[in-house]
Each structure stands twice: as structure tokens, then as C-alpha cells.
């Protein structure tokens, strides 16, 4: 025994249950059907008018107040015409001229830019490898230095090492 009443528990209703004695549920599954069917043709396409006024768009299904019929063809056609064949074949060309213009403008640049990267590469390898020229040449003086010039021997050892660091690490 259950202890769901009798109207919660779903029985799959007999055809001839449904048309001797009409219950919910076989209302039900004859409106489920219903839906189904309805549901499995295509239903006419509806116009719909897009208007506007002072600035503001609105759509409706009924035309608009003072408009004319526009009519749009189908877009899949079999063939288009040698007018319009010729009017598509230039705009496509036209296009891609553009699009090779800037693409080539773009290639333009970025070749600036990767020259000016490199002749900035190559200037900084330079300074750095004078720089460090510098610092042998002041380690040799200072080796070289007497007593006296010692002291301002690593002065300048110091310093053009601390230009070093900064400049190229």
C-alpha cells in the first residue's frame, strides 16, 4: 500500500479509459500530443515592421504610420546577374586592395620598429663594450699605481665599474 494519495500517483491511462471517462491525466497526454503535432509544422512567418520616430525605433505587426511596401527577394537566388556579378567582383577587388595596403603598411612598420630595436641593440653593446674597456684599462692602472695615485686609482675603479652595473646588467 502506498501512502501517496490516488490523484498524486501517475497511471498511464487505457484508451478506452480516455474516451469512456475523460480524467486529468488523459486530458494531459491528449494535450501533450496535441502540442506535438502542432509543434512538428512549421507555423507561417509573421511581418514585422520596424519603425522609427523622433529618434526612437519600435517594431510591430502592423505596418507603419506614412510607410511605403518594401519588398525583400530571396536571398538564395540560382543565378546573379552580369551587372551585379561585375558590381560584386569589383567591390571584392577593391577590398583586397585595401586589405594589401595595410597590410603592407603594417609590415612597414613593424620593420621600423625591429630596425629601430636593433640599432639600439647594437649602440648598447657598443657602450657596454667600451665601458668595460674602461674598467680593464683602470684595474691596470690601479695595479700599476704607486702609493700616492692608489687611492684615486680605485676612485675611478669604482666609478666606471658603478657605470658598468648600471648601464649593462
Not at 3 to 18: D, I, K
Not at 66 to 77: A, F, K, N, Q
Not at 149 to 162: F, G, P, W
Amino acid at each position: 500500500m502506498t501512502l501517496l494519495p490516488r490523484f498524486v500517483r501517475w497511471q498511464a491511462p487505457s484508451t478506452s479509459a480516455c474516451t469512456l471517462n475523460p480524467r486529468p491525466t488523459c486530458l494531459l497526454v491528449a494535450t501533450l500530443f496535441g502540442a506535438a503535432i502542432m509543434s512538428a509544422f512549421p507555423l507561417p512567418a509573421l511581418a514585422i515592421h520596424r519603425c522609427q520616430s523622433a529618434g526612437k525605433t519600435s517594431y510591430s505587426d502592423l505596418p507603419c504610420p506614412g510607410s511605403s511596401l518594401m519588398r525583400i527577394d530571396d536571398p538564395v537566388r540560382s543565378t546573379p546577374t552580369a551587372n551585379e556579378a561585375d558590381t560584386n567582383q569589383q567591390r571584392q577587388a577593391a577590398e583586397l586592395a585595401r586589405l594589401q595596403q595595410l597590410r603592407e603598411l603594417r609590415e612597414r612598420q613593424d620593420q621600423r620598429i625591429r630596425d629601430l630595436a636593433a640599432r639600439g641593440a647594437a649602440a648598447r653593446e657598443k657602450k657596454c663594450h667600451t665601458l668595460g674597456l674602461q674598467r680593464k684599462w683602470r684595474e691596470e692602472d690601479l695595479r700599476d699605481a704607486n702609493l700616492r695615485q692608489e687611492a684615486n686609482a680605485r676612485k675611478r675603479l669604482r666609478r666606471i665599474e658603478e657605470r658598468y652595473r648600471d648601464e649593462c646588467r
